[in-house]
């Protein structure tokens, strides 16, 4: 259970360009499920996100992660969450250029220090598992978009975390593909983990695997809905 | 005499340290004050970034002390020919009043830069950030000591005349002259002997037990400061003797040099760590019962013992190899 | 062991970023050796002339006693060997007859100097390999010169020396003690100085000063003088280089600094997805470290072979002029290489360790790069 108390972020407090991106969030969200954030931009759906993935601290208010608390930790200790409990999909996808599909899907075990050959089977199956281990020796530059994207789902899942948080997966796809992406972690949602989407594209709101789908606007929840043929937690 | 080099080099990464040092101290007191780990405020975010500045300055400045440790000691010893009877550093180092001292600064400098990194590195496995205050006070002690080192270091260059005639290692050392280093080379060999062999399987045996139960961490650093201290001592009263194989020559610096092999820094390395991680382990008792302690600072004081055996283990095999092995007798003369 | 793994893993990916951005960090690898190779160079050659200067000043007399008349140093007197000899302590006083001679043709000064056994005849000589070298006119192995009266002199070369101690045997030109009276007019009785050997090196202060008592017109000059002086003046030229190079030196620590801050906007993207993925400030920071140690041991190593070769294969033509500043005659010098780790780590301290530093607060800048910037 992921518990949010009351969080709100303000930028650039205390100046005259202050903004209040979220503002008394209080949520909880149940673990094995794929919940949406939706609206528009500038709604605050991605700051809601990187606070809940451990990339910015909320303002004022709470979150806790299990029995963990971790408003109060240390930079160290927040990457460390980053690192073990949340896989990221970002929308440009982010992969490093001029290294291979393989090393960029390795790339975030290497502060844990993993034994290397543990950790490239590890990667080479996650590649499988999204059907592109035929490029694992490719410079990503030369991967279309949709492969790219499943790169950085291989890459995500790396470090085996409990949820993931992908922002605007399907900005740069087709509906095909953007199916395919749905379809993957509606897959991952069925093993187990919690799948948290920020998207403003119907597609993905409307899609049968999605449990619950939280509206934002101007920073605020403005609607829930849970999808009723589906069990929730 | 600053117009050399070494000197040069050595002033200049002084005052490098002195910046460094003194740039953790100004962000120790821009940060004791106002820590508050439950705010989410940017100057909060803006405090615990500028801690890993902190952290890689001053490893630097640790790096640093050791390293310009022996370079300091290489230097005195390159200029030895410029002073009328100084044979090697031992004597480059009494030209002037500054000379010891600036050197004794450099060795507590960089034994309290170890122990700070010790405490940094216990600090950030903890997720709340629990020594702040202890490491930035330290912080602050650790820069006035680095500006009172290149304010002796400086004094010292400054102050290095080469016409004074100043003693040689062998006089300086040597049994008949009333100095503090002349008394301690006087020690009797056999008893400093006796004392420093106790003192060596006392602290592996406590280091043993230690490793084993966890148990008499502070009986272990003080056991470790002593014999950091007393081998120090012993190098000067018989192990130097040994490796050199001359009843007169007790010189702590021409270890260092080429003729014995280098045998100096294998020997000075592994006690400097090994009393660094045995007076660490008992540093560390003392913040044992922070609750986001308990289980990192057993698991440092586990490898940290295992370091200070290791360390004591080779620095004891290299003093007693040439005593066993070696032809030389120094009981007799 | 995980610890190992981890720092092969940073070291990897640095040694692959580097390579990516092969172009930045070139021209910083090339300024840093260029930086490592004058500096090494300077002080690689001082430390070789001041050994060499060191070794040919070993085997000489314990003292040297000189007539001084009139500030001026004068010819001395046989009659002083004989007191000078029975003051306690003195092994044996041997009087030297040396000079210099002018040569217009070759425009250099050559030392002539007279020796004590000379095993050839008249107008024979020994020289040393810097006179073959300059003496401009040689013509089957004779020197021609005149003397100090006009008369004019054919000397045969008949042995030349090797090359070994060169800085102070170049210039040398050996004879017989009667050809060098007749050459430079020194009279009989008389000698340039006396070569004072002394069985204890310790009495040598207290037998300085018997000397001054009986002769005070004299002056003393001790082996252990001289060896401190010519190593103050190496250390001193040395450290002079150093000074004018420092303009470059921190020249060189600026661009160091610029290049650091100077991050692009797909290095500093790359950082944040790091960042992002969970990586810590301090594992960009070992980033950092290794991507620095990496550069600066590339640097330290080429800028040290590099001087190593144009000391000890090159004689240094870059710097010898200034650094030697012997006579007129420059003579050839093949320096003997003797690195040890005071070199090494003078050189070390003056590059490396301030390096680490300067890039030290642009590797941390780069390191705290905001993770959330990916998800804007």
């Not at chain 1, 993993?114 to 499988?128: G, M, Q, S, W």
């Not at chain 1, 999204?130 to 890459?155: C, F, H, N, T, Y």
């Not at chain 2, 001292?101 to 309290?112: C, D, F, G, Q």
């Not at chain 2, 010292?156 to 008394?183: E, K």
């Amino acid at each position: 259970m992921i518990e949010l108390t009351d969080i709100s972020k303000t930028f650039h407090a205390g100046k005259p360009n202050a903004f209040m991106a979220l503002e008394g969030i209080t949520l909880s969200l149940p673990l094995g499920r794929m919940t949406v954030f939706a609206g528009p931009s500038g709604s605050g759906k991605t700051t809601l996100l990187s606070i809940i993935g451990g990339m910015a601290r909320p303002t004022t208010g709470r979150i806790r992660i299990g029995d963990l608390e971790i408003t109060s930790l240390s930079e160290r200790f927040l990457s460390d969450l980053r690192r073990n409990r949340f896989g990221f999909i970002f929308q440009d996808y982010h992969l490093i250029r001029g290294i291979t599909v393989l090393e960029n899907v390795m790339l975030p075990a290497y502060p844990s220090g993993p034994v290397h050959r543990d950790l490239k089977k590890r990667a080479l199956k996650l590649l499988e598992s999204v059907q592109i281990e035929d490029k694992a020796r490719s410079p990503v530059e030369w991967l279309s978009g949709g492969e790219q994207q499943r790169v950085a789902i291989a890459r995500a899942l790396i470090n085996h975390p409990e949820t993931i948080i992908a922002d605007e997966p399907t900005a740069h796809l087709d509906t095909d593909l953007a199916g395919a992406f749905l379809k993957i972690m509606t897959g991952l949602v069925e093993s187990g983990k919690t799948v948290l989407i920020g998207s403003h594209d119907p597609l993905v709101v409307e899609w049968k695997g999605v449990h619950r789908v939280i509206r934002l606007r101007d920073g605020r929840i403005v609607e829930e809905k849970m999808e009723a043929n589906l069990p929730c937690g | 005499m600053w117009m050399n080099p070494a000197v040069l080099a050595l002033i200049v990464g002084g005052i490098l340290a002195c910046i460094a040092a003194g740039y953790g101290a100004r962000l120790g007191i821009a940060i004791l004050p106002n820590w508050n780990l439950t705010s989410g405020s940017e100057r909060q975010l803006a405090m615990e970034r500028k801690t890993y500045l902190a952290s890689a300055l001053l490893g630097w400045v640790m790096m640093f002390e050791f390293l310009s440790l022996f370079m300091f000691v290489h230097t005195a010893d390159h200029l030895h020919d410029l002073f009328v009877g100084a044979m090697c550093a031992a004597g480059t180092l009494t030209v002037n009043a500054y000379g010891y001292p600036a050197l004794i600064l450099k060795i507590l400098n960089a034994v309290l830069c170890g122990l700070w990194v010790l405490i940094n590195h216990a600090d950030t496995r903890a997720p709340d950030y629990p020594l702040i205050r202890v490491k930035y006070t330290a912080v602050l002690i650790i820069a006035a000591l680095s500006v009172m080192e290149i304010g002796l270091q400086l004094g010292y260059w400054m102050h290095l005349d080469p016409n004074v005639i100043t003693s040689c290692c062998g006089t300086l050392f040597s049994t008949d002259r009333q100095t503090l280093a002349g008394d301690l080379a006087h020690l009797p060999p056999v008893g400093t002997m006796m004392v420093f062999f106790a003192s060596l399987v006392g602290v592996v045996g406590m280091a043993l037990w230690f490793y084993r139960t966890g148990r008499g961490a502070g009986v272990l650093a003080v056991m470790s400061g002593w014999f950091f201290i007393l081998a120090l001592i012993s190098i000067l009263s018989f192990i130097s003797v040994y490796i050199y194989q001359l009843p007169t020559h007790h010189c702590p610096f021409c270890l260092l040099q080429r003729e014995y092999g280098y045998i100096g820094y294998p020997l000075y390395v592994s006690l400097f760590i090994g009393g660094i991680a045995g007076m660490g382990i008992g540093l560390l008792n003392r913040f044992k019962e922070i609750d986001s302690l308990t289980e990192v600072i057993p698991q440092m004081q586990h490898r940290l013992c295992l370091t200070v055996l290791i360390g004591f283990a080779l620095f004891g095999t290299i003093a007693v190899y040439p005593i066993l092995f070696s032809d030389f007798r120094l009981i007799g003369y | 062991m995980k610890w190992i793994q981890r720092q092969k893993y940073f070291l990897d990916f640095t040694l692959s970023s580097l390579l990516r951005r092969k172009g930045k960090h070139l021209s910083l690898l090339v300024v840093y050796t260029l930086i490592v190779f004058l500096l090494g160079s300077v002080m690689l050659f001082a430390g070789a002339v001041r050994k060499t200067a060191v070794d040919v000043l070993t085997d000489g007399p314990e003292m040297t006693v000189q007539r001084i008349i009139a500030g001026r140093h004068d010819f001395i007197p046989l009659q002083y060997i004989e007191p000078i000899q029975k003051i306690r302590g003195v092994r044996t006083v041997r009087p030297r007859l040396w000079g210099y001679h002018f040569h217009p043709a070759s425009g250099a000064n050559y030392t002539l100097m007279a020796a004590p056994d000379f095993e050839y005849g008249p107008d024979q000589v020994i020289v040393g390999a810097g006179v073959v070298r300059s003496w401009s006119g040689i013509a089957e192995d004779r020197l021609y010169l005149v003397g100090f009266d006009g008369r004019a002199h054919l000397l045969k070369i008949v042995e030349t020396l090797d090359s070994g101690v060169d800085l102070a045997a170049a210039d040398l030109i050996l004879m017989s003690a009667s050809t060098f009276r007749d050459i430079t007019g020194v009279p009989e009785g008389y000698a340039a100085d006396l070569a004072v050997e002394i069985r204890n090196p310790r009495e040598c202060a207290t037998i300085a000063e018997k000397v001054v008592r009986l002769f005070p017109e004299t002056r003393p000059i001790l082996k252990s003088e001289i060896l401190r002086t010519y190593a103050a003046v190496f250390d001193w030229r040395s450290g002079y280089v150093v000074v004018l190079l420092a303009g470059s030196v921190l020249a060189f620590f600026i661009f160091a600094w610029d290049r650091a801050v100077g991050l692009s906007a797909e290095e500093r993207g790359e950082i944040g997805v790091l960042r992002a993925v969970g990586w810590d400030v301090s594992d960009i920071l070992i980033l950092k470290w290794w991507e620095g140690g990496v550069v600066s041991l590339t640097a330290f190593f080429l800028g040290m072979i590099g001087a190593y070769f144009h000391v000890f294969l090159a004689s240094a033509p870059l710097f010898a002029h200034a650094l030697k500043g012997w006579a007129v005659l420059y003579p050839e010098l093949h320096l003997y290489p003797d690195p040890n780790p005071y070199e090494i780590g003078a050189l070390f301290f003056l590059t490396v360790v301030p390096f680490g530093f300067v890039t030290l607060i642009p590797a941390w800048k780069a390191a705290v790069t905001d993770p959330v910037s990916v998800m804007r």
